[in-house]
Structure formats: C-alpha cells, structure tokens
C-alpha cells in the first residue's frame, strides 16, 4: 500500500500542475483536497460501521479488504477521463526516446532506514537511555542521504529527490512547513479516537462518527479556498494554521472540562469542525502555493517532494507524538493524555506557522 501510494500521490499532483495554471491550478487543488475531505469523513464512519457489523475480528478486515472494489473504481474512472496524454511518453509513444526507469534504491533504502532510527527512540522510549542513539545515527543516515542525493544526480541519475528544487525560496519554504504540519496534524485522529475508545468506552463507530463534521468542513473549506488562493497567497495558510490551533486549544478545553465538571464529549465535534477548517485552507493552498513556481517539467519531482515530506513528517510525528500520549495515558490517565498530546501537536502547528510566516515576509521583500 505504500509504494501504491508514493508512485499515486506525486502524480496526481503533477497532473494537476501540468493541465492547470494560475487560479484555475488553485480550484483544482482545491477541488482535489475537497475529495479528500469527503474520503476522510466517509471512512472512519465506514470501518466504524463495518466493525460493530461484522465484530472486531473480520470487521477490521472488512475495513481494509474494502479498499478493494474503491481502487478498481478509480482504475476505472482515470482510464475513463484521463487525457491520451497522460498515457504516453512525449516521444509520441513510439519507445524510441523511454529511458530506464530509475528508482534510486540505495537513496530510498538511506532514507527509509534514517526515518526509522529516528522514529524508535519515540516509541520505544522505556528501553533506556540507549535507544537515544539510535535518534543520532538517524540524523546522520539522512545527511548521508542528502550527500547521495547530490552525487547521484551529479553523476547523471535521477535522484529520488531532486534537492535542486529547493533552491526555488516558495517550494523549500512551504514543503518544509506543510512537513512540520503533518508531524503534528497526523496524531490528531489517533488521539481523538484512543481518547473516545479507550477512554470514555465508546465504540469505533462512535469514534469515527466525531471527526465527521470536521472532515466535510475541511472539504467545504478546500473547495472555496482553492477559488482565492492564488489572490490571497500565503496568509490563507496562516490563517488556516491558526484556525486548527484555536480549535484544538478549545478541544483540549472540552476534554478537561469533561473531566472536572461533566461536560458532553460531543461539544468535541465543534471544536475539531474549526480544526477541520483550518485544515481545508493550509493542505491544497499551501500545495498551490509551493509549486507556483516550480516549471512544469519538475512538476512530477515537486509532487514527490510534496508528498516525501509529509510521509516523513508523519512518521516521525505519529511515532513522537502518540508514543507521548501513551505514556502518559499509562500514568495518568486517557483524560490528560489527551489534552497532553494535543498540546504537542499545537506546538508542531505553531512552528510550521513561524516557516510559512518567514516565506511571508521574504516573499514580501522579493516583491519590492
């Protein structure tokens, strides 16, 4: 499922990036994370649902086996109403001009094995003070990486990140953030749903049922702001991160308050719907925002940088961020962990809030 993802994902918005330009290329990313928004809201309901229908046991199974029949549908519709173009090589199909394909391998298996060390020290923090060695040779691994990156291309091959499309300040500024974003915003639902299960006792259905109207205000959110991103720029994303941190402070509000003074769980569905908002204008706009620059012959290798970053940044944070929150549900408790937890995904949100805003202001200076 993830090489089905990493070879899916960059290409789609590398399509979008090819067939679309200027406020049309915002309405179709916008368009795009609305679809998203909608597959969000629909599936935890829909595995909830299967689950209580057919019991844990063959209802998690049911909930991935259902994957099935949705991916040949879209097989379906992508030969249905794709171009010819998007078939064939620019040679005209002929063969004569294909290359090699080249995967990178040896780039792929540094930064897998990077990502990893530094995700362990996260989750299996109770081994001892050892393991935080592990975070070291992590980081030393990806420098390896991005010292390989660079030769490899210098030598003639296709690296699996073009690290020469960082030069370009709007892509480098909004892949970093949309990277730091995701490390936080990821944990999110991990946490709501341990918080409503494992917590108040309630069932998958329940749990998935939470997040619904957050999911469609997300979409609702991604479609409109598609339609002005490219007039508004980047204070739309700082808008939108500033949106999500509100409405998970006031979520973290609500779980406390639950806990001191019996307030309803439900007034959650509120709070994460502004959380939900916030997510419809930072993910496509900011998607917008980094490739508007990018040439369109890049377009396949931006996508893949896009989606790399917020592969890792959600790695890493799902690993640190819910690694924390169930330590400290051990301790104390799924009504502090919680909160706890929400916190450090407010502070990852803030930090990718200061990136987007340097990109603002040195944005602003370009200009002048």
Do not use: C
Not at 235 to 248: E, H, I, N, T, Y
């Amino acid at each position: 499922m993830g090489v089905g993802s990493g070879l899916l994902n960059p290409q789609v918005a590398g399509m979008i990036q090819q067939y679309y330009s200027g406020e049309s290329r915002g309405r179709a990313f916008g368009l795009f994370g609305a679809v998203i928004g909608v597959s969000v809201a629909v599936g935890p309901v829909l595995s909830g649902g299967l689950i209580g229908w057919l019991g844990d046991d063959w209802g998690w199974r049911a909930s991935f086996l259902i994957n099935v029949p949705l991916v040949l549908l879209g097989v379906w519709a992508a030969h249905r109403y794709l171009p010819d173009s998007a078939w064939h090589s620019q040679d005209g199909g002929s063969g004569a001009g294909r290359d090699r394909v080249d995967l990178d391998p040896v780039g792929m298996v540094l930064l897998a094995a990077g990502t990893l060390l530094i995700m362990i020290p996260f989750m299996e923090a109770s081994a001892g003070a050892w393991v935080w060695g592990l975070e070291a040779a992590g980081i030393g691994i990806v420098s390896a990486w991005v010292v390989w990156e660079r030769r490899y291309r210098a030598r003639g091959g296709a690296p699996m990140v073009d690290l020469s499309l960082l030069a370009i300040p709007s892509f480098a500024y909004g892949s970093l953030a949309i990277a730091v974003y995701f490390l936080g915003y990821t944990s999110v639902w991990i946490i709501v749903a341990q918080y409503v299960q494992a917590g108040l006792g309630s069932t998958a259905l329940v749990s998935g049922a939470v997040g619904v109207p957050a999911a469609l205000a997300g979409s609702v959110a991604a479609a409109v702001a598609g339609r002005r991103v490219i007039r508004v720029g980047r204070v739309m994303v700082l808008g939108g991160m500033a949106a999500g941190m509100a409405g998970l402070l006031a979520s973290v509000g609500i779980i406390h308050m639950h806990a001191r003074a019996g307030w309803s769980p439900w007034w959650l569905t509120l709070t994460l719907l502004l959380l939900g908002v916030g997510q419809g204008l930072v993910v496509s706009p900011n998607q917008t925002l980094s490739l508007v620059d990018v040439p369109l012959e890049y377009a396949g290798a931006a996508g893949g940088i896009l989606q790399t970053g917020e592969r890792i940044g959600t790695s890493i944070g799902i690993a640190a961020i819910t690694g924390l929150t169930f330590r400290v549900s051990h301790s104390s408790g799924w009504d502090v962990a919680a909160q706890v937890g929400l916190l450090a995904v407010v502070a990852a949100i803030a930090v990718s809030a200061a990136i987007a805003a340097v990109d603002l202001r040195l944005a602003a200076r370009r200009r002048r």
